[in-house]
């Protein structure tokens, strides 16, 4: 009987390095295309001071596609992420557990770069369904997580390049150790791999890609779902907004010229059209027409400067993103509105009723709810 405390042996030969090549690439394509797409979100969301006003406005969709490709890309590495491990974890009981400096190194590396990775997906992927069973803040820990994921998974290339490199192609010497007779069950594994990416990609792509919306199985979101045909994700309950009485509204505009307005007074201003499309960071999105006033003929109103920034303050009494912030760019782009009716319905409460704010390539948790207040800041 085996001693439990020998390593364990792998008598499968599908565990060879030109297999974890041919993953490795996809997973890596994968990883690439989910930190690239979350650093834009990230610089969208917060800002650094000497880029704010210079945020673009356009294209419209720019959010839109860039933050359903990041949930897209993080939803492929899914299966990937697994089946990647699947190939090389016999390496991670190799015998003796270190032979070097250089090899203790490189295993401190890849225990590194495994957590990291694991925890990166899974968090990003709960994320997705609103659910956050830990103790600490998702955004911050998510982001430093992907610049750890992605430092480990640039040291790990430089330290495995000439292995790559021997085993990236099919003619490579690297096909050599796996007998011309394991081929079809290389080419089986493969092509399980890239059915459960396919599968997993066109059950839940359709929360932010339309076409596709009627095989949302496994998206937590369908984007035809809500009140005035969208989804909802703070309710004005959840808000701690309670009923806002339109007699009662004012909308407080703070400049060189403050003034408060009524609703009434609102809706008597000009009345402008927009389709838009809004997109959350959970990665569902949907474009609809929004109607409402536009944010530089209120700040035109209020003798606002041309390069002002505007803080935007919402009723709502709880929760995060109660106040945002505007560069020049999005507060004068004639398509950023105070909307106060969504595809042709006065909006609901849940959609920030009465007034909402909406702005081209801005991530839905900027798009702020229940609007109270518009600040001119310098």
Known sequence: MRSRLLPPEFSGRLHD???ATSIGRWLGLAFAVCFLTGLISHVLQHPPGWLDGDLPSRPTWGYRLTQGLHVASGIAAVPLLPAKLWTVYPRLFSWPAVRSVRHALER???????????LEVATGLMNTAQWYPWPFPFVPVHYALAWLV???????????????????????????????????????????????VGAVTVTTVGQSFTPLKGFTLLAPRH???????????????????????????????VGPRACALTL??????????????????????????????????LLDLA?????????????????????????HEYARDPLTLLALRLNGEELTPDHGYPVRLIAPNRPGVLQTKWVGRLEVLS
């Open 17 to 19: 390095a030109r297999t």
């Open 108 to 118: 401190l590396s890849v225990a590194v770069l495994v957590a990291a990775a694991v």
């Open 150 to 196: 992605a430092g480990s998974v640039l040291l790990h290339i430089a330290v495995k390049a000439p292995e790559i490199r021997a085993h990236w192609s099919r003619r490579s010497p690297g096909t050599l150790a796996l007998p011309e007779e394991d081929g079809p069950d290389r080419r089986s594994l493969l092509a399980a791999v890239t059915a459960a």
């Open 223 to 253: 984007p035809d779902h809500g009140p005035n045909g969208l989804p909802v994700n703070r309710t004005a309950a959840a808000a701690g907004v309670g009923l806002i009485a339109s007699d009662r509204y004012r909308l407080t505009v």
């Open 264 to 297: 009434d007074e609102l809706r008597g201003l000009p009345q402008y059209e927009a389709e838009l499309p809004i997109a959350c960071v959970e990665g569902w999105s949907k474009s609809a027409h929004w109607t409402g006033v536009r944010v530089v003929d």
């Open 303 to 327: 003798g606002a400067p041309r390069h002002a920034r505007v803080r935007v303050v919402s009723l709502q009494t709880r929760g995060d993103y109660r106040i945002s912030e505007m560069g």
